[in-house]
T-cell receptor, first 116, second 114 residues
């Protein structure tokens, strides 16, 4: 079974509107971390936001917020006021304990296109 | 500025040839990782290292080898045993293998077969 599932291969949004990118995860460990990364067409991976499994509040970083629903095991990324520069691939990732370390696992990604 | 440098940006491999991808970081990070990215597949872990002179296999280590002789360097060799090496390779690091540490990534190397 996949540990990270991103069900939306592609998403389209109008400039200045908000968009939600879905991510569900699977783990039996109570201690884990959830991350979102952005990958523009140039290829580099840019860290956006982090949510810890014990965090009570949803994480926010500027226009990015993470809608963390622990019981549903979902960690959706919300981008408010979309900009043309937000067009990119977005990856959800999880780090959970494995053999004394926290090994990251990535989802397959969602391609976001922002229309003017 | 601190960061991760991957070289070369583009690499071409002939049949039966081993090639080595370079990854250097000046972030003083203990943990380093190699990922392979294919279209529509996300990132898959090849190898990782938590400390100098130690490394572990990831999910798709077959056909690859690594070394970690220095903290700053984690080169990846794609051997002739890797029959489908065409992909985008990303190197990453973080301070230590803790759950709340985001990874820093290099700009990647695109490997193709001639």
């Amino acid at each position: 079974a996949q540990k990270i599932t991103q069900t939306q291969p592609g998403m389209f949004v109008q400039e200045k509107e908000a968009v939600t990118l879905d991510c569900t995860y699977d783990t039996s460990d109570p201690s884990y971390g959830l991350f979102w990364y952005k990958q523009p067409s140039s290829g580099e991976m840019i860290f956006l936001i982090y949510q810890g499994s014990y965090d009570q509040q949803n994480a926010t970083e500027g226009r990015y917020s993470l809608n963390f629903q622990k019981a549903r095991k979902s960690a959706n990324l919300v981008i408010s006021a979309s900009q043309l520069g937000d067009s990119a691939m977005y990856f959800c990732a999880m780090r959970e304990p494995s053999g004394g370390s926290y090994i990251p696992t990535f989802g397959r990604g969602t391609s976001l296109i922002v229309h003017p | 500025d601190g960061g991760i440098t991957q070289s070369p940006k583009y690499l071409f491999r002939k049949e039966g040839q081993n090639v080595t991808l370079s990854c250097e970081q000046n972030l003083n990070h203990d943990a380093m990782y190699w990922y392979r990215q294919d279209p529509g597949q996300g990132l898959r872990l090849i190898y990782y290292s938590q400390i100098v002179n130690d490394f572990q296999k990831g999910d798709i280590a077959e056909g690859y080898s690594v070394s970690r002789e220095k903290k700053e360097s984690f080169p990846l060799t794609v051997t002739s045993a890797q029959k489908n090496p065409t992909a985008f390779y990303l190197c990453a690091s973080n301070r230590e293998a803790l759950s709340n540490q985001p990874q820093h990534f290099g700009d990647g190397t695109r490997l193709s077969i001639l």
